[in-house]
C-alpha cells in the first residue's frame, strides 16, 4: 500500500508507518510555506498511485484537488474528539476549559476544516496530562492503533490469513488468533464507517466465529472468567451484526448465563437466561418450544451454581 502522509516531521506515526514493510511510505512536511507544500503534494500525486492520504498536524487545508486523488481514502488524525476544538493544535484550549476527557477522532477529508465524516473515536483521561508533550505522546500512541485497525481493513489478504491461523487445540497460537479476532472486529467497525456495510458485516462474522472458537477453548480448560470474557466480544459482535432481537444474541446470553453459573455469579446468571427468554419470547412467542426450553434452562443454571458453591465450601 502507498501513503502519503502530510504531517509536522517527526512523530511517530511516520515511524510507525516507516517501520512497516507492507507499505510504500511518501512524507510532506508541512511546516514549509502552504504554497510549497501544496505544488509539493501535486508533483508527488502526478502518477496517480497513491491508495491513502493520511494529514495529521497539519494547518493546511488541503484542496479537493488534492485529497481526491487518493484510490481509497483521504483522512485527517485529529488530536481532540470532534467537533470539539477542530484546530491542529488543541491542547491550550483543553487547558483552558479543563477537560477531563479528550482523545484522538480519524474522519474523512473533505473541503472544511474538521468537518468530514467521523469513522473511529478514541477517548482517553485528560485531567492528569501535565503537558503538551505528554498530551502529543499519547495522542499518537491512540493513532497508531486507529491507523493498525484501518490499514488492516483495506488489506486484501486478511481472508487469507485467516484461513492459515486456525486455533490450535492446545492454543499454542491463541495470542495469533486472539489478535486476529480483534483486527477483524475493528475493520468491520471501520469499515462500516466507510459505509461498505457488506464487507463490514463479513468482518464481525470472521471476527464472531473467532472470539466464539476463543471463548470455547478456555471454557475447556475451565477457564470460565476468561470464557465469560470472550463472551462479552461475541455478544457485542452479535448485537453490532444482528440486533438485539435474534436468536444468535439470545444464544450468546443463553452461554453467558452458564458461564456465570460456573463463576458462582447467581444474580447475574439469572438475569443472562432472562434476557435470553425474552428475546426468544419477542422472537417465537411465549407457547414456542425454544421459549420453553429456555424456562427450563433457569433450573439448569440453578443446579450450576450449586455445584459451584459445593466445590468452593459454600455451602
Known sequence: MRILLVTKAPSSIQKYLQDREDIILMVVNCNNNSDVVLANLRDMLNGGDVDVII???????????????????????????????????????????????????????????????????????????RSEISYIEIVEKYAIILL???????????????????????????????????????????????????????????????????????????????????????LFLSMKIYGKVHERTASCYEYAAELQAKLGMEEKAMNSQRMANEIRERIYGFSHERYIQGLQKFGEIGFLIGEYKRRNGKV
Not at 477542530?86 to 484550549?93: M, Q
Not at 486484501?156 to 486476529?180: Q, W
Not at 466465529?209 to 463472551?231: C, D, G, P, R, V
Open 55 to 129: 494529514t495529521y498536524r497539519c494547518p493546511i487545508i488541503l484542496p479537493s484537488d488534492i485529497f481526491s486523488k487518493a484510490k481509497l481514502v483521504a483522512f485527517n488524525i485529529q488530536a481532540s474528539l470532534l467537533p470539539k476544538y477542530p484546530v491542529c493544535d488543541p491542547w491550550e484550549a483543553i487547558c483552558l476549559n479543563h477537560d477531563k476527557k479528550s482523545g484522538v477522532t480519524l474522519h474523512k477529508l473533505d473541503r472544511g476544516i474538521c468537518t468530514g465524516k467521523i469513522i473511529i473515536q478514541r477517548e482517553f483521561e485528560a485531567n492528569s496530562i
Open 148 to 234: 493498525d485497525d484501518m490499514l488492516f481493513a483495506f488489506d486484501n489478504t486478511r481472508y487469507d490469513k485467516l484461513n492459515s491461523s486456525k486455533l490450535r487445540e492446545n492454543g499454542s497460537n491463541l495470542n495469533e488468533v486472539s489478535m486476529l479476532a480483534k483486527h477483524f472486529f475493528s475493520s468491520g467497525y471501520i469499515n462500516g464507517k466507510l459505509d461498505l456495510p457488506d464487507i463490514s458485516t463479513k468482518d464481525f462474522e470472521y471476527a464472531f466465529e473467532l472470539y466464539y472458537t476463543i471463548s470455547h477453548f478456555y471454557e475447556s480448560k475451565e477457564q470460565f472468567q476468561n470464557a465469560l470474557t470472550q463472551n462479552v466480544f461475541v
